[in-house]
C-alpha cells in the first residue's frame, strides 16, 4: 500500500515470510479465484485468510464446490464438511453476458467487477470480456434494467483453469482502486497527478525471480497482461461509438436512478 504522498506502484504479492503468510497463500492457491465474496469475505485472498485464523470454515464456497471442501480438508488435516448453502450452492460455471441495445451505459456494473471484466464508458454501451471474467455474479445485481444475465461456459473453456489468471486481475483491480484514490486525493489537494510511476520519480522494481510467472509452464505475466490489454482495447474500440438505444423506454424510477448516478459523477469529477 501507498502512503499518501508517494505514486502507487503495482507490485506482485511478496513472498511469503511468516507461518501464517505461508499458510494463507497455500489455501489462497487451491481456492477457485472467482472473487464472488458469496463466502462472507471481499474476495479469495480475505476468505483464505480467515480460513487460516480460524475465523471461517471450509465449506463456504460455493464455486470450490465439493472437490474444493475436500482439498482444503486435506491441505489442513480438517473434517470434511458439506457445503454451508447458506452461502450458495454448487453450480456449473457460467460467465456474464450483456444484452447490448438493453444497456443504458450506468456503469454500474464496471464499478461491481472485481476483475475489470467489463468495457465501457458512462453513456456508451458495456460489454463483457468474456476470456476475463470469472462467473462472479457481482455485476447482475446492480443493473437498473436487468440487461445482464448468466450464460453456460462453452466445454471447450470448462477445461481452462483460470484461476491464477483471476487472481491478477483482481490484483490489478485492487490496484487500479487504490491509484484512482490517490490521484483524486492529490486532485483535492491541488496538486498535479503524475501520469505514471516515472513522472512521480517511482520505479517500479522487478518482479522477483519465484514470481516471474504464475506457476511453470504457464504464460509469463508480461505476456498475460499484454494479453488482457489488448482483448480490452479491442472491446472498446468495438463499443465506443455505439450508443445505448432504449433510455427512452425507461420508467421514471430507472431515470431518477440513473440521475442520481450522473450527478454523482459529475460531482466526484469536479472534487
Known sequence: MSSSNTYPVFRLQPVPQTE???????????LPQTQCTKCGYDGCRPYAAAIAKGEAGINQCPPGGDHGIHVLADLLQREYKPLDTTHGIE???TVAFIDEPVCIGCTLCIQACPVDAIVGAAKQMHTIVADLCSGCELCVAPCPVDCISMQPVPAEELARDRADQWREQHDLHLFRLERDKWEKQQKTAGAKAPTSPADAGVAEP???ASTATSQAGLMPLDAKRALIAAAMERARQQREAIKPQNTEALNDATKAKIAAIEARRAKENND
Not at 20 to 30: C, G, Q, S, Y
Open 20 to 30: 501464517e503468510e505461508r499458510l494463507i497463500a497455500k489455501i489462497d492457491a487451491v
Open 206 to 208: 522487478p518482479a522477483p
Open 91 to 93: 453450480q456449473p460455471r
